[in-house]
């Protein structure tokens, strides 16, 4: 096992929340807050915090407007956040390859 | 490391983006609202004197009318009660799988309509060739077949009891032919009304109480 690909995992995406946070954005063109807390049972101060870290990374792009009147913000992946995490999969891919051909 | 973390959490990640595509809004508000409708539109129908195809025909696609927009009522308001878009990616899909089968449905309905009214010698028309008994007898079985078929394609993007629920729904059509509505001595209009108060009435009411029973917490699209 080459231990230089486990290092090579982005440290931002692998986070528990935040890979939770970004496979759900990733099958999916936006997804509102609200969803993401219920979906993932998360806090809404644990959302945000980890939003934050992944806006600051340039993965996440949140946009905020208003529906019937009341505010909604809805999450998307960047490119750059659907690159990272198409590359985070392929780095756990190739960790069970490289496992299996041992 | 572990190697299995990784497969551990590729599976976490498939899980999840599964999750994120299925469509999730409470559905037994909606399924008990469709079998309250279907099971009293069955009784008027069969007390009202709905007995020609094209009236059957109108008067189903009225109430079929009125229980889209009454589905749709309830789904905005649980849309509008969550602070979440109606028009979500899910709903979408969803929306987009129902919809070749219930046009399927809609287009029969108009097809017995048409041969009944354009077709003044029945043998030019399979369909007219058929007694109005005969008609509206088998018009619950396609619709229901058809139904079932968008249940199914849409059980693809939704709980896995949906699924399901169009299977039977298909099987249970199946099954209304086995008494014979393609025999003029079996079929009767009563029993066209009778087998929509079943397939939309009973069934939805049965698959709305087993929802309500088993739908846990808030839901969301």
Known sequence: MKPELFLQL????????????????????????????????????????????????????????????RPLTTCSLTPAGRKAFAEYVNLLEQIIQESRNK | ??????????????????????????????????????????????????????????????????????????????????????????????????????????VSGLVVVLANRLAPDPANWPVGQMSAAQQTHLLPIVWGILYGCALYSAGFFMPRGMKVFGFAIVLISLLALAPGPQNPATASIPAGHALMGFIFGICHLAYGAYLYLTEKGKNAA
């Open chain 1, 10 to 69: 982005d440290r931002v995406i692998h986070e528990k929340g935040r890979l939770a946070i970004m496979s759900m954005l990733a099958a999916s063109p936006e997804l509102s807050f609200t969803e993401l807390r219920n979906v993932l049972s998360m806090t809404d101060g644990n959302v945000t915090t980890h939003i934050r870290a992944l806006q600051q990374e340039g993965y996440v792009a949140v946009a905020k407007s208003y529906q019937n009147r």
């Open chain 2, 1 to 106: 490391m572990d190697p299995k973390w990784a497969a551990d959490n590729l599976q976490t990640i498939r899980t999840l983006m599964e999750r994120s595509a299925v469509y999730r809004r409470a559905l037994a508000p909606v399924m008990i609202f469709i079998g309250v409708i279907g099971l009293a539109g069955s009784v008027a129908g069969w007390r009202g004197g709905f007995e020609s195809p094209r009236a059957f025909v109108f008067y189903w696609f009225a109430i079929a009318a009125g229980v889209l927009i009454g589905s749709f009522l309830l789904i905005r308001l649980q849309a509008l009660r969550d602070n979440e878009p109606f028009w979500s990616p899910p709903t979408r899909r969803m929306a987009q799988a129902i919809t070749p089968p219930l046009i399927a449905g809609f």
